[in-house]
């Protein structure tokens, strides 16, 4: 594979959701170069069929290898659910899903496990499974929660129907007694503040990310892959509009990126003339 210290780690979402991973990455791995993908066409990802998942994948990492990639961070639990494993057997690079390093997280820190999280997510079971066989003594409940994303994408964080949405969602698991919750989608991560207004402060919150990021960094290590260099910018490149997404992307990130948009059929690349970048 030759020096793959210096090229960048590739990390995709249906949407905004993966921006929370990528947070994660800049915190604890400052120095490395990050393109991010965003299937904002075919968003969301969490109504659509293992098939579709499987297939759009495949897509994404396809686009990703011609970019030189060194490792691929799926930001998303439901393509890590559904897609992971057939994904692993058909491509080189190294992919990292959030599904176990967020059930390990979640283990350490309790006992009755909530997860929420999409509906395609909850049907594989892949939490559940994940997470019993890290503890078998572990209970686990699943919520799904459709309306969360379409919410995050509109930027209706704060609406007062939000949070009863929430609300309405955490209710069950709330009356099983959780101890623990685990933001099964990234970008319910985007809800936190709305969430932990809900929860009763003895439930903790696990964040997958934070878990898939000292993987990435352990795997880097093992592979002697860590970039010694300054890192470039973040690349963001999506399959729908570059501006809707530079636009919505600003408030998570705190600053306008420059956002490409590609069609990963043909993979041809166009940039957003009318985007800027300070990042
Ligand atoms: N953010 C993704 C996840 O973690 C996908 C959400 C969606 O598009 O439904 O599952």
């Not at 961070?73 to 959030?98: H, Y």
């Amino acid at each position: 594979m030759g020096n793959q210290q210096q090229h960048p780690i590739g990390i995709f979402d249906s949407g905004l959701g993966g921006i929370t991973v990528l947070r994660a990455l800049y915190r604890q791995l400052p120095q490395e170069s990050i393109i991010y993908f965003a299937d904002t066409a075919r968003l969301p990802y969490g109504d659509r069929s293992p098939e579709e998942l499987i297939q759009y994948v495949r897509e994404i990492l396809t686009w990703m290898e011609a970019q030189g990639v060194k490792m691929v961070v799926m930001a998303c639990n439901t393509s890590s659910a559904i897609a992971l494993d057939v994904i692993r057997s058909e491509f080189k690079t190294p992919v990292l899903g959030l599904i176990l390093p967020g059930a390990r997280g979640a283990v350490s820190q309790g006992k009755r496990i909530g997860v929420i999280a999409t509906q395609a997510t909850v049907n594989s079971g892949a939490y559940q499974n994940a997470i019993l066989e890290a503890s078998p003594e572990a209970a686990v409940w699943q919520m799904p929660c459709p309306e969360f994303v379409p919410l995050i994408e509109a930027n209706r964080i704060n609406d007062p129907h939000t949070k009863r949405i929430v609300q309405k969602r955490l209710q069950p698991l709330l009356e099983q007694g959780i101890d623990t919750l685990v933001y099964g989608c990234t970008h319910y991560r985007h809800l936190s503040g709305v969430i932990q207004s809900i929860l009763p402060s003895h439930v903790t919150c696990v964040d997958p990310a934070e878990y898939v990021v000292n993987a990435t960094e352990q795997e880097l290590e093992l592979m002697g892959w860590k970039n010694p260099q300054p890192p470039l910018p973040t690349r963001f490149a999506v399959s729908g509009c570059p501006d809707q997404f530079a636009q919505s992307a600003k408030g998570w990130l705190g600053y306008q990126p420059l956002v490409e948009q590609v069609d990963l059929k043909t993979l041809t690349v166009n940039s957003s003339p009318l985007s800027i970048t300070n990042g």
